[in-house]
């Protein structure tokens, strides 16, 4: 195959929840299509089912039910030892053989909280009915109230407020959480930022740059917002700076600038900046409901997925063919 490529994958950082990599040797078309998976595709666990058996809050049930929802949820994978992939466990309703639900296809929580079960004492006048409150059996499924130990140590509550109840308030509810994914409904998406940006490649001119006065080169130096160049201290010529790739904004002033310094249109760039049409930096921040690179695992293995899945239709039809 002419156009054969193998995309590889180097990461940058990696923390519990937020990971960024390089992704190379490809092109713009599988970088959006990762970053779509990464979305739309990997299956997470979300309340999808609220029965409210009491609720003398302030909020309707609907309220709360739209809240629960948005909750995100953590599934314990004793295989990687990480929040990961929870359809390594749980199917969709719709896949399961069960016709009633099984703990195949559903988790319950429970959630049970009186004012006087929360106050911490006379003067107190509310209380909040937090995720923490919300308790299921199942031994690798929890609610995500704090994206680590260092966050839970500087919040004043106790998870991720839901509802706040004054003296003689209660709520009593059971919530049902299944596998989804958000191109369903949003509330599944296991992601807060997913996104790439392009490596700028940057080619100077060393013939042209040398004809230009001291103050010229100043001026180019100046005019560029992000900083990409320097003067060196030695030659005196332009160079770039160490770590341009993380700064380069592909902004039009250089152009303009340098244009303007040209003797005739026709000559070449003394400055060239442009986007690499082949490599990509991906910064992938997660909900808390899976560890950042959990989920960018995910994403691959749902792609791989599709990919055989198209490559066996399209055998197929050249067999009917």
């Known amino acids: 195959m002419p156009n054969n490529r193998f995309p590889k994958l180097q990461i940058l950082s990696n923390e519990t929840h937020t990971l960024q990599f390089l992704l190379y040797d490809t092109d713009v078309s599988v970088a959006n299509t990762l970053r779509r998976m990464l979305i739309a595709d990997v299956p997470t666990l979300s309340i999808d089912l609220v029965s409210v058996h009491e609720n003398t809050t302030c909020l309707l049930d609907e309220y709360l039910s739209h809240r629960l929802g948005l909750m995100p949820i953590r599934y314990y994978d004793t ?3 990480k929040f990961g992939d929870a359809s390594k466990e749980f199917c969709e309703p719709k896949d399961c053989n069960c016709e009633d639900g099984c703990d195949k296809c559903w988790v319950t929580f429970s959630l049970g909280v009186q004012f006087s079960d929360k106050a911490t004492d006379i003067t107190c006048k509310t209380v909040s009915v937090t995720s923490d409150d919300l308790k299921t059996d199942h ?14 140590e500087i919040m004043q509550e106790d998870g ?5 109840l004054a003296k003689g308030q ?4 059971e919530a049902k959480a299944r596998l989804g994914c958000s191109k369903e409904h949003a509330k599944w ?3 807060a930022v997913a996104t790439y940006r392009f490596i700028p490649e940057v080619y100077l001119n060393d013939t042209a740059l040398t004809q230009l006065t001291q103050k010229q080169r100043e001026q180019l130096v100046e005019c560029c917002p992000d900083q990409i160049l320097k003067i060196d201290d030695v030659t005196g010529q332009i160079i770039l700076e160490p770590d341009f790739e993380d700064r380069a904004t592909f902004t039009e002033d250089l152009h303009y600038l340098q244009e303007s310094m040209k003797k005739k249109p026709e ?16 910064t992938v921040e997660s909900t808390g409901c899976m560890h950042a690179q959990e989920i960018v695992r995910s994403a691959l293995r749902r792609m791989e997925e ?9 055998a197929g039809l050249s067999e009917g063919v």
């Open 267 to 282: 000559d070449e760039d003394l400055i060239t900046v442009k986007q690499s049409e082949s490599k990509f930096v991906f």
């Open 170 to 173: 209660h709520l009593y509810l």
């Open 306 to 314: 599709k990919l055989i899945m198209l490559k066996g239709e399209c």
């Open 160 to 164: 991720i407020a839901l509802v706040k």
């Open 189 to 191: 998406c296991p992601v």
């Open 79 to 81: 295989t990687v030892e």
């Open 139 to 152: 031994p690798n499924v929890s609610m995500a109230s704090f994206l680590n130990e260092e966050e839970e």
